[in-house]
């Protein structure tokens, strides 16, 4: 019974740790988070077979991680930093980076983001996915995820497929696994893009032509689209490491509207020549962006 009554105190006191870590300011989130970064960097990465591993750890705690992950709150920061056991379900393998996100008017947000590959223990198919957190001062930061589709692909080219918001019908049996995420989340093929406009708002960019968008795309540039170099070795975030985009640039940020027209507005990039995407403990198994739920009409 007290080991019973130890364990929900920790849980139920768990928001509260991380509330106090994202309510620093924006310099002092970026400075905490590379520095941890870099204090934590790999040497050698954990294989797929590790990570799948780390994977089957990070099941037996599923309602957590689905609770921690999916939020329709306008407060994301309780969940900002993962402080469940485990590490990502989906996307154990990733490396993280600051990032910017530019408005073609020229409006700039800074964040962090991450690169990440979800696969079976021994490798064969892949999930391609990036996340980013851009900050604010004095407010929680807004988080945005995408990939391509819920089912893995053949495809080794980590770029080729435009990572959405929005996704296809997937197969049988990630239908499954659809509904089985319907149980925390109303829509798990398609996230909400209203904070991230919101906080382009906020920012001073004008938002009237993507007021109400349905979904957002990333795309990435046609020079690493049909690259396939990040894929064919053991260690994905290994091979990430050091990677700058192309000058710079990570993807084209696209709103698409309900009449299905895309909308250019910004772009993705580096922070800095001298910020790479690594790869880290921090990044791996504690650094956390929460999927925003899309509301019901």
């Not at 050698?44 to 599923?62: I, K």
């Not at 408005?103 to 892949?126: C, N, Q, W």
């Not at 990572?163 to 696994?177: A, G």
């Amino acid at each position: 019974m007290r080991s019973t009554l130890w364990f929900l105190t920790l849980v139920l006191a768990l928001p509260l740790y991380a509330k106090v870590d994202i309510n620093w300011s924006t310099s002092e989130q970026q400075a905490y988070q590379y520095q941890r970064m870099q204090a934590t960097r790999f040497e050698n990465p954990p294989s797929y077979f590790e990570s799948g591993c780390m994977q089957a750890v990070s099941a037996m705690s599923f309602p957590l991680q689905m609770l921690q992950t999916y939020t329709n709150s306008e407060s994301e920061s309780r969940w900002w930093i993962n402080v469940l056991p485990g590490w990502n379900l989906f996307h154990a393998i990733g490396t993280s980076a600051p990032n910017v996100l530019r408005t073609l008017d020229g409006i700039e947000i800074d964040g962090m983001g991450r690169l990440s590959l979800g696969a079976p223990p021994m490798g064969g198919k892949y999930l391609p996915g990036y996340a980013f957190m851009l900050y604010e001062q004095g407010r929680d930061p807004v988080g945005i995820h995408t990939i391509p589709q819920l089912d893995p692909m053949d495809d080794l080219r980590f770029f080729a497929h435009d990572f959405k918001t929005k996704l296809p019908r997937p197969s049988f049996m990630l239908r499954q696994v659809a509904n089985g995420l319907s149980l925390f989340m109303n829509s798990p093929l398609h996230l909400a893009i209203d904070h991230l406009i919101a906080r382009l708002e906020r920012a001073g960019a004008n938002v009237d032509a993507i007021r109400d968008a349905d979904y957002l795309v990333l795309r990435a540039p046609e020079a690493v689209r049909e690259e396939t170099r990040f894929l064919t070795g053991k260690h994905m975030a290994l091979e990430f490491a050091n990677y700058f985009g192309v000058d710079g640039k990570l993807f084209d940020l696209i709103f698409v509207l309900k009449d299905g027209t895309e909308v250019p507005f910004a772009e993705i990039r580096m922070k800095s020549n001298e910020q790479p995407f690594i790869a880290s403990k921090y990044g791996y198994n504690r650094f956390h962006i929460p999927h925003r739920m899309r509301r019901r009409p």
